[in-house]
């Protein structure tokens, strides 16, 4: 058993459930580091597709009741919208992504771009927390098909590796006049889809890669990912009810200096 590749497993698993929940991009931050260890072979990008299954199970968890409840009673308004606008929310990212997969994957995985991109998100939040309109709808249940389609085309940014889709989505339904905390429910409840739709869909084009003497190094990663992603699902709701995400913003820009120094041909 290799030791020291089971500590890289160890720790991509928390940068990847670390920061999957969190603007400041868990691709980014996997691209970095998984550079930094040199685990960044064809085995390593399958690791970083399995691994977010980790993450996004964190949140079906978390929510479990909540989804059960919705899935058993469609014929509820409430559950009714609720599908109904993360449907929505889901297409548009979901149809661009399929079209460019090939694309973004050859050109946009990079470190470099990675950094300008966390720069340039961090400029982003900062001024959408000085300019954000007042909210006027506090939860989820009271979002319409209009608010969904947009955040769901916010999320069509986090394409771009950097961008963060928890930023793009949450952000973007701030800017949309969701209160922060059903925009951050929201975008929980839409990295379901989205993530599920994008793990199994790069799994698939990279079958041939998967190998069965892997299993040791991918479950270490996928079990770090799930309860590194629960701690931090559990603590951004606590946070956001009491402050705004400029903090994210400074350690977007810091860190993505700093990268883009380390990386600089």
């Not at 058993?72 to 460019?100: D, H, K, M, T, Y």
């Not at 300008?116 to 927390?129: D, H, K, S, T």
Request: aromatic content about 14%.
């Amino acid at each position: 058993m290799d030791i020291i590749l089971l500590l890289k497993a160890f720790l991509l698993g928390i940068v990847e459930g670390a920061t999957e929940f969190l603007p400041v991009s868990s691709t980014g931050h996997l691209i970095i580091v998984g550079d930094l260890l040199n685990f960044n072979d064809a085995r390593g990008k399958v690791f970083e597709i399995v691994i977010q299954l980790g993450a996004i199970l964190a949140v079906c968890w978390e929510y479990r009741i909540r989804i059960v409840h919705t899935l058993g009673n469609v014929a509820e308004p409430a559950s009714r919208r609720l599908i109904g606008n993360l449907i929505l929310a889901f297409l548009p990212a979901a149809l661009l992504g399929f079209a460019f997969h090939d694309a973004i994957k050859a050109y946009l995985f990079s470190p470099t771009t990675v950094a300008w991109a966390l720069i340039v998100g961090g400029f982003a939040i900062l001024l959408i927390e000085k300019y954000a309109p007042q909210p006027d709808t506090a939860t989820v249940d009271d979002m319409y098909w209009k608010h969904a389609l947009k955040v769901g085309f916010a999320q069509c940014l986090a394409l771009i590796p950097g961008v963060s889709r928890a930023g793009a989505t949450i952000l973007g339904g701030v800017m949309f006049r969701l209160s922060r905390r059903a925009a951050t429910e929201f975008s929980f409840f839409l990295a379901i889809p989205i993530m599920f739709a994008a793990t199994g869909f790069d799994v698939l084009k990279s079958w041939d890669d998967l190998q069965a003497n892997d299993f040791a190094v991918f479950a270490v990663g996928f079990v770090t990912a799930f309860f590194s992603a629960l701690l931090i699902v559990r603590g951004l709701l606590r946070y956001v009810a009491h402050h705004d995400f400029q903090m994210f913003a400074w350690y977007r820009i810091v860190f993505g200096a700093l990268v883009l120094w380390y990386f600089w041909p």
